[in-house]
């Protein structure tokens, strides 16, 4: 079973920054793409950043300069350091991955169970 788990959601003052992380668990043979979205409550799930398997990135543009995707590969990891945090980034923070699970098996779509990022004074 592959599980992507995530850690590092919480309450923050507006401003202030958080560092988000994701590792992949269980038995598999590859990671391609992994990345970040979020949902607010109301409103759909939107992509916040990607990051390819050689270290391309992609952002949202209400996230660009403030938020840092990057990735340890040996640690099977994905990270979002997020700063100048604003109340509209409060939301559910969700992990995706592309995995690979054996070599007779197609590329399958992973979800992280989601971490609560809010931003509150």
């Known amino acids: 079973q592959v599980q992507l788990v995530e850690s590092g959601g919480g309450l923050v003052q507006p401003g202030g920054s958080l560092r988000l992380s994701c590792a992949a668990v269980?038995?598999?043979?590859?990671?391609?793409?992994m990345g970040w979205y979020r949902q607010a409550p109301g409103k759909q799930r939107e992509l916040v950043a990607t990051?390819?398997?050689?270290?391309?990135?992609n952002y949202a543009d209400s996230v660009k300069g403030r938020f840092t995707i990057s990735r340890d590969n040996a640690k099977k990891t994905v990270y979002l350091q997020m700063n100048s945090l604003k109340p509209e980034d409060t939301a559910v923070y969700y992990c995706?991955?592309?995995?690979?699970?054996?070599?007779?098996?197609?590329?399958?779509?992973?979800w992280g169970q989601g971490t609560q990022v809010t931003v509150s004074s």
């Open positions: 269980g038995s598999f043979i590859a990671i391609n793409a």
């Open positions: 990051i390819t398997s050689v270290g391309s990135t």
């Open positions: 995706n991955a592309g995995i690979r699970e054996s070599y007779w098996r197609t590329w399958s779509d992973y």
